[in-house]
């Protein structure tokens, strides 16, 4: 996984817990990178995984919903970062589409060492859009917080109920109000 993904993790940790948070959960994995994460570096998703186990631990909450609060985060900074990727996009789900589509395509442009999931639109009508998502590193909890955050942009409401489809695969459905 980029490191940007890791850089962006330990910024939302410093902001919501403290910069002391970030030192001890970093102590406690003894990752093979140490921690010392650089956005263009890749990195080991299972550091991902050991550094929320840790948080979680940490905080006692749950690490899906550190995950998961930590897309909706991520979707601020992406909105931030690459601004094109959100304006070029007429409509929320028109911008969710656009992620398999275009936005990860360009990201693979970017970094062809990237690993990115897999997206399929199931459904889609005026406010209800049906989504799969695929992939073996299990993060669809970021995924569903990239979701929820990135409907912010568009100014609408956006619930997200998540359907796990096996190990590696989730089933979101979203409606917008
Ligand atoms: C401007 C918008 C976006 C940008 C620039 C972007 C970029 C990226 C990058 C750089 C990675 C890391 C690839 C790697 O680790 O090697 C990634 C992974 C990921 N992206 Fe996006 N992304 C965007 C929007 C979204 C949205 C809206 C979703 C949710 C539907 C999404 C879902 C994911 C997930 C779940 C991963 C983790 C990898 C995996 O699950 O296998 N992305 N993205």
Same mark, same amino acid.
């Given at each position: 996984?980029?490191?940007?993904?890791?850089? =962006?993790?330990?910024?939302?940790?410093?902001?919501?817990?403290?910069?002391?948070?970030?030192?001890?959960?970093?102590?406690?994995?003894?990752?093979?990178?140490?921690?010392?994460?650089?956005?263009?570096?890749?990195?080991?998703?299972?550091?991902?995984?050991?550094?929320?186990?840790?948080?979680? +631990?940490?905080?006692?909450?749950? %690490? +899906?919903?550190?995950? $998961?609060?930590?897309?909706?985060?991520? %979707? *601020?900074?992406?909105?931030?970062?690459?601004?094109?990727?959100?304006?070029?996009? *007429?409509?929320?789900?028109?911008?969710?589409?656009?992620? !398999? !589509?275009?936005?990860?395509?360009?990201?693979?442009?970017?970094?062809?060492?990237?690993?990115?999931?897999?997206?399929?639109?199931?459904?889609?009508s005026a406010k209800r859009?049906?989504?799969?998502? $695929?992939?073996? $590193? &299990?993060?669809?909890?970021? +995924?569903?917080?990239?979701?929820? *955050?990135?409907? &912010?942009?568009?100014?609408?409401? +956006?619930?997200?109920?998540? =359907?796990? =489809?096996?190990?590696?695969?989730?089933?979101?459905?979203? !409606?917008?109000?």
């Amino acid at each position: 996984m980029k490191g940007v993904v890791f850089t =962006q993790f330990l910024e939302f940790v410093a902001g919501r817990f403290g910069e002391d948070t970030v030192d001890d959960i970093i102590e406690a994995c003894a990752l093979p990178s140490g921690g010392a994460y650089t956005s263009v570096g890749t990195y080991s998703h299972e550091e991902m995984h050991a550094l929320t186990g840790a948080l979680a +631990a940490r905080c006692g909450l749950p %690490a +899906a919903d550190l995950v $998961r609060d930590f897309g909706h985060h991520l %979707a *601020g900074s992406f909105e931030r970062g690459y601004p094109d990727f959100f304006r070029r996009s *007429g409509s929320y789900f028109d911008f969710l589409a656009s992620v !398999e !589509e275009h936005i990860h395509v360009e990201v693979r442009k970017l970094y062809p060492d990237a690993e990115l999931p897999a997206f399929t639109v199931v459904e889609r009508s005026a406010k209800r859009m049906v989504m799969d998502y $695929r992939s073996p $590193r &299990r993060l669809g909890a970021l +995924a569903e917080g990239l979701l929820r *955050g990135s409907a &912010r942009h568009f100014g609408v409401e +956006a619930t997200v109920l998540a =359907q796990p =489809q096996g190990e590696h695969a989730i089933r979101f459905i979203i !409606e917008t109000r």
